[in-house]
């Protein structure tokens, strides 16, 4: 018996036209990356900053106190996509914000001056040159920054330096060097965090990425934007926005925290190879482990990627342990993992803003994903969360959009709101989901056996509509593309959505 392995619901919520929803409270975004700095190699290791443009897209003034721990805190990431593997170059401390400008690189004319520089204004901009994220007096330590509550102490611990690289964005130069990497891209990554933003529910879209190339003319490094800004999300997404066979999972923990896992499964041999990529954004309780079940035996050669930590950054002013998680492989499963937080607090744990990579051959693709919590939560909370990978919405992760579910037309025009996207679906039919819209789920001739079944459930946000896909005995397996299409009974003008998943046998 075939099956579609995927189950989505879609929120919707019908506005008049040209509505938008204002975001309540202070709202800091990254609106800009726009400026790559290189400083002097030394030891093998290529000091970087990068350059921010920040933006508050709330409806309250943010705050941006230098006296206090009532100000941003500034991360900075590089990565690399390499022979279908995304990596985490490098990182650095972070730059602690001093006073806000009041530009409007986000809302042109919109910009609301605040009463000083300790604040940025509805509607303003703040440009943080690579210079001044790249100054080192400046930069405090991650490991004592809570990114779920933006909560940090002030002063930040400040441990001595003596050199160059100390405290910035630190990559090995053989990793950045073109003559080493032909075909690889790379991404620039920002992330704020503080406490208002947090307290007022909108710490998750903090974060944006934007391409760079990266080129090294007489022994000096040098780097160019290749693509806009990709706003508000992190730069895990570029490895979906490069590769169609790319799913990604977002997870959100237990204390308010998110995560994000990547997943490629590609044909091997008489198998598959997975490479899978573990982002987290603002887990504080971070991660300890990951394990990977399939549905039947015969793993190997696995392999791990982390990012190191340096300068210090650990509790104690220790850098914190960069020891490889080591695997280990049982029937059909398989599992790395590090210290426990109660042995080693500064044990090599998936901590906020870093990525670390995983893969492994197998005869069938990975089925389900279990991972463990660093760091203790409340009693009540659990300490691992269980995914599953062949669909959306299942226990506590779902899929998220990427290029192969994107708009191609905007929702705004048509008087939608977002679609809250949470997995693949397709069908060869009509199917009407209620008197507000329609859903034409069309399909490619190889998958012509698809149905679907709709249920219309009311909810306080608007409509979802839970959407089971089906698939009769003579679906052929494989990947498979469609168009979404909702049309409003209002407006009678569509919305679409490409979508795409897998069909296989259950």
Known sequence: MKSVIFRFAYAMIVLGAGSSKVVAGPDVIVGAIDEIKFYPESGGITPIAIGTVSCNVGNRNLQWDRRTSNHPVIAQNLYRLKDGRFEQMGMSWLKHGFLALAGDLCNEGECNPPPSDQWLGVGCSDPYAARLNGTQRRLGPRFEVNPTTGEYPYPFTSPAFQDDIARRLQVLTAEIDQGNNSGALYFAEGQYVTRDDAAAGNGQNNVSYRQVQISRINGRFDARFSAPTVRQKPAIHAWAEQDRDVRLFEIDTP???????????????????????????????????????????????????????????????????????????????????????????????????????????????????????????????????????????????????????????????????????????????????????????????????????????????????????????DCEEGYFEAVLTFVSSRTSKPVMVRISGFVQDK
């Open 255 to 473: 204390e308010g925290g998110r995560m994000v896992l990547g997943l490629k499964s590609s044909p091997h041999q008489n198998g598959f190879h997975n490479e899978i990529a573990l982002y987290n954004q603002t887990s504080h309780r971070s991660a300890r482990s990951v394990a990977i079940s399939t549905t039947s035996g015969d793993i190997s050669n696995p392999g791990f990627h982390d990012v190191h930590y340096h300068s210090g950054d650990g509790v104690g002013g220790q850098t914190r342990d960069s020891t490889d998680w080591p695997a280990t492989v049982s029937e059909g499963n398989i599992r790395w993992s590090c210290d426990r937080f109660q042995d080693n607090p500064n044990a090599n744990a998936l901590s906020w803003g870093t990525l670390y990579n995983f893969w492994f051959n197998s005869l069938s693709s990975p089925s389900s994903a279990t991972i463990q919590l660093f760091r203790p939560g409340a009693p009540t909370e659990p300490d691992e969360i269980s995914i599953s990978l062949v669909g959306g919405d299942v226990v506590a992760g779902r899929m998220i959009e990427s290029t192969r579910a994107s708009w191609l037309t905007t929702p705004s025009d048509f008087g939608f709101s977002t679609l809250k996207k949470n997995a693949w679906v397709k069908s060869p039919e009509n199917v009407s989901c209620g008197t507000e819209v329609a859903q034409d789920l069309k399909v490619n001739s190889s998958h012509s056996s698809l149905r679907a079944r709709c249920t219309r459930i009311p909810t306080m946000e608007g409509t979802t509509w839970d959407v089971e896909i089906m698939a009769d005995s």
